[in-house]
């Protein structure tokens, strides 16, 4: 057997793939061959070590473990201590018993015993003075018919009991619900548990930049650190504009909730770090509370996915578990809300017209679950979706790149295509672990004929910029992103304002907040979501390993 | 991981309190798989003992003091289960088809004796793989942290299922090297 051989064997016994003849194979080469033997030993040893060290943390699987074992002790603890119950005692015993059992855990045996010697205690009693009870209430109901009381003669004036008046009406106007939009809970202080800092090999590789250490190293090796003083200047204007109820102001205060929580979280700023904790801790409040039965963070379609985008983002960096629930149920309203072509629309309709705007930031909405372990069972299949939906419907016939709107179930619009809505279905597809694919490629070649739109006059198109800006990043070629970065790193520093803000991007709501959200996002680019493609560390015995190898981690 | 936040947790399981108990299992699950991987013959093993510790601490949770060393408490627990299954395999796997599981069990329990020293080199291995590069571990991450088969890696890349393998075998020795090397004086 060739070495090759014997390590795919080694390969397969581990994945537990290997068939009985592979078994009786490697069998009898590790009786034949002791060097072998040891090489299995120590290999095998090894790979259950790594595989214990990236085990994810998933807290699902922590609860159905928990449940399981919970159930298993109550269902085998056998009612031992029945015999104590059945032992005769003083009342005084007794009562002492009850008085230590139910401080006892409620499935121990003292405790058990407690409640079942109060039973025996209090339960003679207590059944005498049900029994009564029920006797004067049926004589209560007897009496009237065996002696019938005179009908009131007005008969409708009948006046209720005080406690029984009806409660008057709330002052306060009802919230009007606009079409499709949930009203809003009653918003509540809801706490979040102090969390506690993931170990760097439990991150999506995506992620592993946000580390300080990681940050600091990557800004140094990229040549950019000129740019960290730029983001914490405008962090910091932002904590200091952060609403008393966590919130941020903007016409959509969730969706700048959420765009404000994904760029503190994006420069790895967690809830119980000092500098910016409390802040987002309470802007991660706030959103919780905003958050309907239904799961809904907000009406409007592009809120909703940014405030499950950043809730999920915090839940993968904090593993702060109360945060998994509400990321879940958003995640749930994203995926109910996807069209059978796998696009979506405002107000999630399920009609013929698609949005690849609203698309883009659902895409990253379930991206993001899915790197924090999102137990939903729809979200593969609707990454899937996505993804056909984005190479197919979205992308114009003309191949000028992706398209604002079309319509389901038609052929792709011939024409139409706009740099802003290429920056968003290249991005996407690369999220998605396509960046190779014939779209994607097409996509970022067109993008790179694109200048950042900052101009002193007009709006400057941040919008698009912020999708330009990712998927340059990561198409990798250093020649497509260098005459970007500059462009981007010039045009943001020059215009950002002393107090740390940026104000007149598109679309922006007048709090600024929007604009220097999104231009933060874009400079915490070189680490906030790392791409598959870096070239293997020079280190001698990792080019031996790697060399050739490009992956997408999904 | 905080013993104090673990003490709290702890006592409110004490008082009956059934989500803490599942809050205490998601804080030292992580924990206990890699302090078992030590010792254990194959990573189904490291499911069952934890499953296995799991239940015996929380029958035993009323017992337990709190003075902050909750986890140490659990991984004795696990550690005895562990090394009690151990013995039990190595010992009565006599059949053929058991070899293969038997001598890595015989290779734990040489190891569980010198448990320090184990331990010390699990702090290393976990420094080892944050040195890897981004390929190599996104290989060992698809291997074991999303349990994907060596033929699935090597469809993935576009790879032979040998290339895959004697990659992930490079990779593994190399991190052996990395942890004995750190080992040396």
Redo the contacts between chains.
Sequence with gaps: MTD??F??L??????G?LE?EG??A??RE??ADPAR?AL??????????????????D?SE??R??????D??AAE?HPATFADILKEQTLRERIAAIREGLK?????GK?RYARFALLRVFGPPLLTAALCILIIAALALAVPRFFPVEEDPEGINIQLRPSERPTPPDPRPDPVPTQGQPVPPVVTSMPIP?G?PV????LP?HLIGRTPAARAEILKKSNNTRTEKTVTSALQWLKEHQQADGSWEGQDPIAMTGLALLAFLGHGDLPDDTAYGPTVRRGLQHLIARQDNAGHFSGNVYAHAIATYAMAEAFTLSRI?PLREPMERGIAVVVGGQQPGGGFDYQYSKGSRFDTSVTGWQVQALKAARLAGSSHPGLDPALEKCLRFLRTAAFAGDGSGFVYSGQNGAAPPASGATWTMTGVGTLCLQLLGARDCRQARHGLALLEDVAFPWTRDGKPGIYGAYYVTQARFQGGSPASWEPWNRQMQNALLAAQHKDGHWEGGDYDQGSHVYTTTLCTLMLEVYYRY?P?Y?K??T?D??T???TG???D?Q | ??PD?LDQLAGR????D?DA???????I??EL??F???Y????VM?DDI??NA??TC??N??KYELRGTFLSWVKGIARNLMLKELQARSRYMTS??A??ER??AQ??LE?AQGAEREEAR?QR??GC??K???????????R??SRM???EIAR??ERT??W?????????????DCMEKEDAP
């Design positions: 090759n051989d390590i795919l080694m390969e397969e016994y581990f994945d793939s009985a078994r009786a490697l069998r590790l009786q033997r299995f030993e120590t290999q095998s040893r090894q790979h259950i070590r790594i595989h214990a060290q990236t085990t994810p943390l807290f922590s609860q473990i928990a449940l399981t074992v919970m298993a002790v603890r006892a855990p409620r499935y121990s405790h102090v506690r170990p760097i090999t439990a590789t578990f790392l598959t870096a293997a560390a280190n015995v990792v031996a390993i790697a190898v490009q992956v981690v | 991981m905080n936040e399981v004490q008082k009956g059934r108990f599942a809050e205490l299992v998601f804080l699950r992580h798989r890699v078992l991987s030590s254990a013959s194959s990573v490291i934890v499953q799991l239940t929380y029958e949770i009323a053929d088809d070899f293969l001598i890595i290779s734990a190891t699990l291995l976990r793989l944050e890897l590069p981004e390929q190599a571990r996104t290989l060992i991450q698809q074991c942290y088969r060596v033929q993935r890349h299922p040998t895959t393998a004697v990659t992930l075998f490079r990779i593994r020795e190399m991190l052996r």
